[in-house]
């Protein structure tokens, strides 16, 4: 994520460029969304190549429907989270949910594929295909402390 400290509007969106003209950025209304930051942020270009490669090409972009944020080894000492993804959010109909991934999950590792930061996750989602079957392991929050959760969940393309 790039941040800068320019005004945006709620539902701003475009281009951030650098000083010599390149593009650096697609600035997003969605960042940081939920904590009320008026401020212009863009996803960096250099994260977005992969999947701008893959619509050049007329190919699918991988999607299973998760929203989330990197546990924070701060937030692992405070709350005694596991590492990985907190899953902030399932989308409706996605492959997600119909695997039974819930929101507060913490993803741990696709395909035995240590996660531990959402860049990670975007970067392994992206070398998988539409149709392919992953194996999501990771950790739920149950009356007793964390309990071990194991999913299988088809890939599939977000329309």
């Known amino acids: 994520m790039i941040a800068t400290d320019m005004s945006s509007a709620s539902d701003g969106t ?14 997003s209304s969605d960042i940081w969304k939920d904590r009320g930051i008026r401020t212009a942020n863009a996803y960096a270009i250099s994260d ?5 490669q893959l619509l050049a090409n007329g190919a699918s972009v991988p999607y299973i429907g998760v929203s989330g944020t990197a546990v924070t080894s701060g937030i ?7 590492s990985g993804i907190y899953v902030i ?3 409706a109909d996605s492959p997600a949910m119909a695997a039974g991934i819930q929101s ?21 989602m992206l070398t998988l295909k539409v149709g392919d079957q992953i194996k999501v392991e990771g950790k739920r929050r149950g ?14 393309s977000k329309e």
């Not at 692992?76 to 596991?82: K, S, T, V």
Request: hydrophobic fraction near 45%; proline fraction near 2%.
């Open 89 to 91: 959010d399932v989308a």
């Open 14 to 27: 475009g281009i951030l460029f650098n000083l010599d003209g390149e593009v650096i950025g697609m600035i």
């Open 143 to 156: 009356s007793e402390g964390y309990v071990d959760i194991k999913f299988d969940v088809t890939i599939e």
């Open 48 to 52: 977005l190549k992969l999947v701008i």
């Open 104 to 124: 507060g999950d913490v993803i741990c590792s696709v395909n035995g594929e240590k996660i531990v930061s959402m860049s990670a996750y975007r970067k392994l």
């Open 76 to 82: 692992q000492e405070e709350e005694g989270m596991p």
